[in-house]
């Protein structure tokens, strides 16, 4: 299974980001709830739907049931009645274990008297709302940000902190069910690894799963930054942005670059927690960069069409993988939180990947 589900606010970068290198990009339906609010996604959206890469986490009849009602009203209507019409085309439905509710049952109770993990989560929020509120300041296209001066561009960053330590406040005043939300996250958890072998997650929420998942260090997540790095010394480009949509199907129809691929996320599987960096990097370039290097011959991708730096450059700058449970050993019998020990067993998941929105913060 190469798929990764994009939890996260969808832009056009970040599709073209997880097409790039997955063969599937899940999303949840309410992804259409933000096509509708951001039309320039309607094009790439139908697109990744017609080209069979994107893919909805839910069952047919469930989807026809939502498209039905009107906050779809305004949907692109190709896009709609595509949708409507092909439900088992464009739906991955979640397996969850029989014992699903029990699992999240208890691994609600354990989180929710943990105080550290609440205080993290807190934390993570702040974080999070005031990185959207800096990111809304940087693509102000009304006012650029670049084009400010020095003192202006400080007392934007300012004001922004401020709206979001004001955001924030209303988030601390919600109950603790709402404010904390251990129980979907731990129903969303086990429903994405159904589906999927990576997630696509801000890099905010990082620290939570680093914690939800146990210990997990610095040197052990620059050590997996280093082996994608390793993946990727072909490409110059400092952005996915450089690719066209139109780029990343061509580079798809290629069969070696699929492979190539395909073995990436099995090696990113496969790979042993904790494992020598230097050797992880060996790995890599001898199960898939020589791979990579020739699918660049083939006709279908066109060298022109795709630039010609592509042959030689360095590490991709902005998105990788970091994979974040580690040997079942690692957890305490009778301690285990129950979702944390089923992802650690289940096959394909003993090093689960995260995509990180924004490596540049690291």
Known sequence: MENVFLYDEPTLDKLKACSFFWKNVVVYESYLSDVVEQPDLV???????????????????????????????????????????NPARVTVEPKLPRI???????????????????????????????????????ENERFPFDSM???????????????AKLEYGHHRQLDPKT??????????????????TALFTPMAWLPYYQYKFGDYSTKDARKYLQGLDAVMPFVRRNSIDAFSIEDILKI????????????????????KYGADVNQFRKEIEQKVMYEYQDA????????????????????FAGISFVPIIGPIASTVVGLADPIVTYIQGKRGHRSLPFFLNDLRKM
């Open 252 to 271: 798809r129809r290629n069969r070696k670059w699929n492979n190539a691929m395909n073995r990436l996320a099995c090696l990113c599987n496969e790979v």
């Open 179 to 196: 404010r904390y939300g251990f129980e979907f996250r731990n129903r969303y958890l086990l429903e994405q690894i159904s589906v999927s």
């Open 149 to 163: 001066s020095t003192d202006m561009k400080k007392a934007a960053i300012s004001e922004a902190r401020k709206l």
């Open 43 to 85: 094009d790439v959206t139908r697109t990744l739907f017609k080209k069979d890469i994107l893919k909805i986490c839910e069952t047919p009849k469930n989807l026809k049931n939502a498209l039905t009602d009107k906050i779809y009203c305004t949907l692109d209507k190709e896009l709609w009645e595509y949708l409507y019409n």
């Open 296 to 315: 660049l011959g083939e006709k279908e991708a066109n060298l022109k069409d795709l630039g010609k730096q592509l042959a030689k450059g360095s590490a």
């Open 100 to 138: 699903a509710d029990e699992m999240v049952k208890e691994s609600t109770r354990k989180d929710s008297k943990d105080p550290n993990l609440r205080k993290l989560i807190d934390r993570v929020m702040l974080t999070a709302i005031e990185s959207k509120w800096l990111d809304s300041l940087r």
